[in-house]
């Protein structure tokens, strides 16, 4: 019996290890910290540890392990209430060196920062359904919401990108004249000009396809 309870053991032990890496995905997105984020993760993995006797075989681990990271989180946010600070930290890291539409990878951070600015429950449930690639129902039940509710949440999240990157193009499409700027500026605008009429690699076309996941 002691046998058949180490290897039941063992073997939970590392179809968790499987799942750190979406873990860890989902802990960056909800913490926007790196370091919060590996605090965020290993908290999961001692809560889970500790409450191993509660997971049923045969059901979805991933949604088990998201719903406890969730939790976890979402008991930080309301101990600490440092959302602000965070968001204000962020945003200033994010901010924009290049006008608008230059460069591919400048695009891609204004979409980040659209996205890291959703409020967290929708910022959470977009980012099970389009980077983890977890169903709805998956997604709503490691949220422990109805999957109605997690099917507006989504929607209100991608309107709100797609007004937010709408308002963002209006903006770049708008001529900008270039007396007044100094010398570097202006060559670095010719710069991103001559990198956006060369071919676009596969690593750029990656970057589109992360970006559109957000808006389908």
Not at 2 to 7: A, E, G, I, P
Not at 145 to 155: H, K, Y
Not at 184 to 196: G, I, L, P, T, Y
Request: hydrophobic residues 40%; aromatic residues 6%.
């Amino acid at each position: 019996m002691m046998h058949t309870r180490d290897q039941v053991g063992r073997r939970f032990r590392l179809n968790v290890l499987g799942e750190l890496p979406s873990l860890r995905r989902y802990a960056r997105t909800l913490a926007r910290s790196e370091i919060d984020a590996e605090d965020l993760v290993h908290d999961a993995l001692v809560r889970a540890y500790e409450r191993r006797a509660s997971f049923h075989i045969g059901h979805n681990l991933r949604v088990w392990l998201m719903s406890i990271l969730h939790n976890i989180f979402v008991d930080r946010v309301r101990a600490r209430r440092a959302e602000v600070r965070r968001l204000a930290r962020v945003k200033e890291r994010l901010e924009p060196q290049f006008p608008p539409m230059q460069d591919i990878h400048l695009r891609l951070s204004q979409v980040w920062e659209a996205f890291i600015e959703l409020p967290d429950e929708q910022r959470a449930a977009l980012h099970l359904v389009a980077v983890e690639g977890l169903s709805y129902t998956q997604a709503a039940a490691a949220l422990a919401i109805p999957v109605g509710t997690l099917m507006s949440r989504i929607a209100r999240a991608r309107a709100t990108l797609r007004a937010r990157i709408d308002s963002d193009l209006e903006v770049s499409t708008t001529a900008q004249p270039t007396h007044g700027l100094s010398e570097a500026r202006v060559e670095s605008m010719h710069a991103c000009e001559r990198r956006d009429r060369s071919p676009v690699s596969p690593t750029m076309l990656g970057l589109r396809r992360k970006r559109s996941r957000y808006l389908r």
